[in-house]
């Protein structure tokens, strides 16, 4: 039994670095019987191991041009197969990514957790609020009456000097909380 000759042709790989490029005779049929290479259905499923009902649906999918006559374009197919495969290829990676980025974020989280990096915001609510409702009332309390009084006529370099003494003893208040929760 004699083999047949099938019309597809591999060529060695480019060099390491450069880009394939047409040969400059690609424009010249390489089948004289037609004006491009055809490939049959069967050879194609051979070269490939899709079944034509993939090959079909792929074509569908407006890769190449589907076959006419149980013949595809050899060409036009195996460049359509390859950015099939290639975009397939993309797509699957942006989803492995996107997958791989989450399960870093929540191993990132459980780390925090671990560490005591995370608090609750309702338990944190419920802490921080009784804290910074007295900060506002001593600020209320100091601006509004105390600081007045204390500054009744005065040369401005005084009233500085007084303004400057409620404004520590606020920002000591205001670090007292913060020392509350280890910030």
Not at 107 to 116: F, I, P, S, T
Not at 118 to 142: C, H, I, M, N, W
Not at 175 to 183: E, S, V
Request: aromatic content about 8%.
């Amino acid at each position: 039994m004699k083999k047949s000759k099938k019309s597809f042709q591999f060529q060695a790989k480019p060099p390491a670095g450069k880009k394939c490029e047409k040969p400059k005779d690609s424009a010249k049929p390489q089948n004289s019987d037609s004006d491009s290479a055809q490939i049959s259905a069967e050879a194609l499923c051979a070269l490939t191991g899709l079944t034509d009902r993939r090959h079909r649906q792929i074509a569908k999918l407006g890769y190449f041009p589907p076959p006419l006559d149980g013949q595809y374009q050899q060409d036009l197919a195996l460049q359509g197969l390859f950015r099939y495969y290639r975009e397939l290829g993309d797509v699957r990676r942006k989803k492995r990514d996107e997958i791989d980025a989450e399960k870093l974020r929540k191993l990132k989280r459980e780390n925090d957790e671990g560490d005591g990096r995370l608090a609750d915001k309702e338990k944190l609510a419920e802490a921080v609020g009784p804290l910074l409702t007295s900060f506002r009332d001593l600020s209320y309390q100091k601006l509004e009456n105390e600081i007045p009084m204390a500054m009744a006529g005065m040369d401005v370099p005084q009233a500085r000097i007084i303004g400057r003494r409620y404004a520590d003893e606020l920002l000591r208040k205001l670090q007292d909380i913060f020392r509350a929760w280890k910030l």
